[in-house]
């Protein structure tokens, strides 16, 4: 498993866990990143945030946070 912040430009992977305290957890599952959903990243530059897409919607993620997503690469 890698973390969020791994993978690179035009990869995608599968969400394996979310780890952190209950604020974070509820905050991101909100926004529809769940354990088992699908992401691609749009944009991954360093020191910037990482831009996903995933059910439909771009959401940009601070670098702090990917560091806690942990994602199976998909094939």
Not at 34 to 56: A, F, H, Q
């Amino acid at each position: 498993m890698k973390k969020l912040s791994e993978l690179a430009k035009d990869q995608s992977g599968v969400i394996a866990s979310i780890n952190g305290d209950a604020r974070f957890v509820s905050r991101i599952t909100s926004i529809g990143l769940t354990p088992g959903c699908r992401i691609s990243i749009i944009k991954n530059e360093k020191r910037r945030p990482i831009l996903v897409y995933s059910r439909d919607t771009m959401i940009a993620l601070n670098r702090n946070e990917c560091e806690d997503i942990e994602v199976e690469e998909a094939v």
